[in-house]
């Protein structure tokens, strides 16, 4: 069983920063994906970005077209941290944000790595809303 815990959630003007942390970022698994997906109520989750862990292709990261050149997914493996940095925020990113880890992986085509049903274990989410 995995426990992942976000942080980093908060409130901020558009045009702000904030950087999610979630932790752990390394598993047991030689090759997976971890990845933060965020939710509005009524609508469901939606893949932010992603990164992915194994040999080729270790690092590869993908992104919605939503937060594509304003996010930044990376990963720490000094400090077993996953992040995503959130810079030029817009209201309409506001949404409660969760880190996810598939539970071993080749690495998949992007609507897939973005996809919530590939994805085996979930943190509790952390709130981010952003005011205009």
């Known amino acids: 069983q995995v426990q992942l815990v976000e942080s980093g959630g908060g409130s901020v003007q558009a045009g702000g920063s904030l950087r999610l942390s979630c932790a752990p970022a390394?598993?047991?698994?030689?090759?997976?994906?971890m990845a933060w997906f965020r939710q509005t109520p009524g609508n469901e989750r939606e893949g932010v970005a992603t990164?992915?862990?194994?040999?080729?292709?270790?690092?590869?990261?993908y992104y919605s077209d939503s937060v594509k050149g304003r996010f930044t997914i990376s990963r720490d493996n000094a400090e077993n941290r996953l992040y995503l940095q959130m810079n030029n925020l817009k209201p309409e990113d506001s949404a409660i944000y969760s880190c996810?880890?598939?539970?071993?992986?080749?690495?998949?085509?992007?609507?897939?790595?973005?996809?919530?049903?590939?994805?085996?274990?979930w943190g509790q989410g952390t709130q981010v809303t952003v005011s205009s």
């Open positions: 990164i992915f862990t194994g040999g080729v292709g270790n690092g590869h990261t």
């Open positions: 390394q598993l047991i698994y030689s090759n997976y994906y």
């Open positions: 996810a880890t598939t539970a071993g992986h080749l690495m998949m085509a992007a609507n897939e790595a973005l996809s919530p049903h590939v994805y085996h274990y």
